[in-house]
């Protein structure tokens, strides 16, 4: 189940799965000044840096994580379909890893205890997949939902921790809703050749969420075990950043998990 949790002035819409702690944040709790206001976690919408750092301190503290802080991976996100592997909390693969995720990853499956992940955004999906042995943070805009890097990112889950993707645990976060996401023609129809007509809600209305479910369903995810309460990036906006509501200047939420060893 997800819960929406407030640590002090940090709210988190969070969810424990085995070991595997993971959250979605709200905007709010962060030092962050506006356009960025104030639990900005993205580095590279033009933020201080040093109150990126401090929102990510204090999202990490909500988890019970702030000791993992200079652990903390956060990808360079470019709307494609590669999936990074994290196996090592050394300090080697760890560096490794930090060059890997600095050219480019919307995916990370983590397999390394008291490693947290953190990837962002503002109306893009944010998927989080849990099992026992490990977890997936992905980030699935159009292209990477196209490119069902979701259902790579459980596959590859599955591969790495030997488990059955019958039992993970899938989750959905606040995104922009298919009633509010217009799109080109064309773009309906490549999603509809993909996916079904059901990926359409309307006149190029686009459901992200339903080709999120579909993809997953094909990699061996239960429908009965992907949870998406349908949080909206746009009409929420008090709550979550919106790259739409906001007209392109705004700060980023994130999904973040870790796995406690």
Not at 88 to 108: C, I, K, N, P
Not at 197 to 204: D, N
Not at 232 to 260: L, P
């Amino acid at each position: 189940m997800l819960e929406r949790v407030r640590h002090d002035d940090v709210t988190l819409i969070e969810a424990r799965t085995g070991a595997v702690a993971c959250a979605f944040t709200e905007r709010t709790g962060g030092v962050s000044a506006p356009p960025y206001a104030s639990l900005n976690l993205g580095s590279h919408v033009g933020d201080d840096p040093a109150a990126v750092r401090e929102n990510r301190r204090r999202v990490l503290a909500a988890l019970g994580a702030e000791d993992l802080l200079d652990r903390l991976l956060v990808p360079n996100q470019v709307h494609g379909d590669h999936v990074a592997i994290v196996r090592s909390a050394d300090v080697a693969a760890l560096g490794a890893a930090r060059s890997e995720l600095a050219d480019g990853a919307d995916a990370v499956v983590c397999l390394a205890p008291d490693v947290p992940v953190l990837l962002c955004y503002a109306d893009c999906v944010p998927v989080v997949i849990a099992c026992l042995r490990g977890f997936a943070v992905v980030h699935s805009g159009w292209r990477g939902t196209l490119a069902r890097i979701g259902a790579s990112a459980a596959r590859v889950l599955a591969r790495e921790t030997g488990c059955d993707p019958a039992g993970f645990a899938a989750f959905i976060g606040p995104h922009i809703l298919a009633d509010e996401y217009e799109v080109s023609e064309e773009l309906i129809a490549d999603f509809t050749a993909a996916f079904g007509a059901g990926v359409c809600a309307g006149p190029r209305l686009l459901d992200l969420s339903f080709a999120i479910r579909a993809a997953l369903r094909e990699a061996g995810v239960p429908d009965a075990s992907v949870l998406d309460p349908q949080l909206s990036t746009v009409r929420s906006n008090d709550r979550f950043f919106s790259f739409r509501a906001e007209h392109g200047v705004c700060g980023r939420h994130a999904a973040v998990a870790v796995m406690r060893g």
